[in-house]
């Protein structure tokens, strides 16, 4: 019923940029808050950007303060990452993910949807 298609990964050069996208189908992506978050081997899921269904509310880690922009496009079911520019400790498998209700969380173990997973590896 629901899909959570994550694209845009891959691999680029330090200071690069990249845009991930992540396609939602099965639900009212407006009802929804969304996240990318991350994930390196050996460690945990970790959030770097939520964003909030209402008012506009968002979240960066301090690593993705200032470099990382989210944004959603509901009437097209679409989340975006922009990252710029793309530092080494970048790389890992990034996630998108959703979560119904109001409050406003960016905490991965209470969003609901995910995607797959794209890798993206920061590397020269």
């Known amino acids: 019923q629901v899909h959570v298609v994550e694209s845009g990964g891959g691999l680029v050069q330090p200071g690069g940029r990249l845009r991930l996208s992540c396609a939602v189908t099965?639900?009212?992506?407006?009802?929804?808050?969304v996240g990318w978050f991350r994930q390196v081997p050996g460690r945990e899921r970790e959030g770097v950007s939520c964003l909030a269904n209402s008012h506009g509310s968002t979240y960066y880690s301090s690593s993705a303060k200032d470099r990382f922009t989210i944004s959603r496009d509901d009437a097209k079911n679409l989340v975006f990452l922009e990252m710029n520019p793309l530092l080494p400790e970048d790389t890992a498998d990034y996630y998108c993910?959703?979560?119904?209700?109001?409050?406003?969380?960016?905490?991965?173990?209470?969003?609901?949807?995910w995607g797959q997973g794209v890798l993206v590896t920061v590397s020269s």
């Open positions: 099965g639900l009212n992506l407006g009802d929804y808050n």
């Open positions: 993910g959703l979560r119904g209700g109001s409050a406003f969380i960016c905490l991965p173990h209470l969003y609901r949807f």
